[in-house]
């Protein structure tokens, strides 16, 4: 029996690439709505040209900021990278987080401040699914109503029926079993644990910035890279029609 393998690996980013063409194509499967806000948080498409600065401003000197994550994001170029390879799968979709009670001097007609990014990832028009993935709220905003609201505002963007949201039937998040803070925020906002997926992420090494796994086995392909668990939590259409977006008003009154 005859066969080939033709497969090679992409080639390496080049710099110019990295902020993609205007305008900025966000390249998604479903229609992105224009309206994406509570009263203290927007959600805008997060085009690289315009929000990686400011943000990459904001977790400058937080070497442990990204220690849970199977992604290198913790050098600018690696950041840029990976979001573009992000955009290029059609399930995906990476938004700024614009806190709406902060003004920014230097970009007032955001209407905020940026403190943080969101994204859907693997979304699947047949199956109806979804991952929140990243969920990544900036050191200056941590402990405040940015976090919910904007797990919320993209909540009501995915699990409701059109015209205001998707109809989606499932969403997904995944967390690190020591990322205390995914966690609490996952079942704050009315996430159910389905169960553990066991060494499912290898974390990449970036030096001189922390990852939080286990080793590995020696030998394997991984090359010393350690692994990672991950709680799986899910919130479905029928949760969401029964109490959960109800979870959802209750944060958003609760932070006011």
Request: neutral net charge; hydrophobic residues 40%.
């Amino acid at each position: 029996m005859a066969f080939v393998n033709r497969y090679k690996p992409a080639d390496p980013l080049r710099d110019h690439e990295l902020y993609g063409r205007e305008p900025y194509d966000v390249n998604f499967v479903f229609p992105v709505s224009s309206t994406l806000s509570s009263d203290k948080v927007r959600l805008v498409p997060f085009v690289p040209r315009i929000h990686a600065a400011p943000y990459l401003d904001g977790v400058r000197d937080y070497e442990s900021m990204y220690e849970h994550m199977p992604v290198a994001l913790e050098h600018p170029r690696d950041f840029l990278c990976s979001v573009k390879l992000f955009r290029r799968g059609a399930g995906n979709i990476l938004f700024a987080i614009i806190d709406l009670t902060r003004p920014d001097p230097d970009h007032a007609e955001w209407g905020g401040s940026i403190a943080g990014m969101i994204g859907l990832l693997g979304t699947d028009e047949t199956h109806l699914v979804t991952e929140f993935d990243p969920v990544v709220v900036l050191p200056a905003f941590r402990r405040t109503h940015v976090g919910s609201h904007a797990v919320g505002v993209l909540l009501r963007y995915t699990l409701d029926v059109a015209p205001a949201g998707l109809g989606l039937r499932k969403v997904k998040w995944v967390a690190s079993p020591h990322n205390i803070a995914s966690n609490n925020l996952a079942r704050r906002m009315g996430f159910k644990l389905e169960g553990v997926s066991r060494w499912n992420y290898t974390l990449p090494r970036v030096e001189g910035y922390p990852k939080v796994g286990k080793e590995g086995r020696v030998g394997d392909a991984g090359n010393g890279l350690l692994g990672r668990d991950s709680n799986e939590y899910a919130i479905c259409w029928d949760d969401w029609e029964n109490g959960g977006r109800d979870i959802v008003e209750k944060a958003f009154a609760r932070m006011k």
